[in-house]
């Protein structure tokens, strides 16, 4: 409302009516407020994305994500709404809206104590009746292990957090891409004062 450009950590709220009030702010707002979620200005994936959307690979068919990240006890003691529900009179939801959902059905576990679920297993339909499905867990041991694939009429794209993407062309072709290291929260600074300064798209 100053006029001041804005930029926040994820998450910008936990309570989604808050998160609707800041949206209408926003909107009006001279310059537009960045969230700083970690995948969104890498330069490898904006390609990719840019790629799907102008239709080198056909019509999206359906996604898929399945990630492990393992979170000990002492993640949820490191802050006061960790893997709550609520907190005081206020919801603790941290909810985001990429595109709109027609379906869902989900399956929701808890091993840790905590309010929320800390086990997903999620599939519905996105957008134009676009099936996803989704498996989540912080319940586990070893690594982090993240995997995303997008099916789409003509090839198959996986991607492997940190590590590479992989295209499988119907036609027998491979394409595959190293991913390079990435600071996220420096390049999500980095890529927010280049909006600041007009050399592209927030």
Known sequence: EAGLAVYLEKPPTLDPREL???????????HRTMVGFNFIVEPARRALKERIL?????????????????????YYRRAAWAGRLVQGNQLVLGVDQWA???????????????????????????????PF???????CDGGQRHWERITCERAVITWTLYKNYRIEH???RIEEQVLAPMEHVLENHL????????????
């Open 170 to 172: 119907d036609d027998g």
């Open 133 to 139: 499905r989704i498996s989540m867990s912080h319940a």
């Open 54 to 74: 102008s239709g080198d690979f056909g019509a999206v068919l359906r996604g898929e994500l399945m990630a492990h990240w393992p979170r000990p006890r002492s």
């Open 191 to 202: 890529h927010y004062n280049g909006y600041l300064r007009g050399k592209h798209r927030r």
């Open 100 to 130: 709109p959902i027609t379906t869902v059905t989900a399956e929701c576990y808890r091993a840790h104590q905590i309010q929320g679920a800390d086990t997903f297993f999620v599939e519905g339909k996105a957008g134009q009746g676009i």
């Open 20 to 30: 609707d009030a800041m949206c209408a702010v926003d909107a009006a707002a001279r």
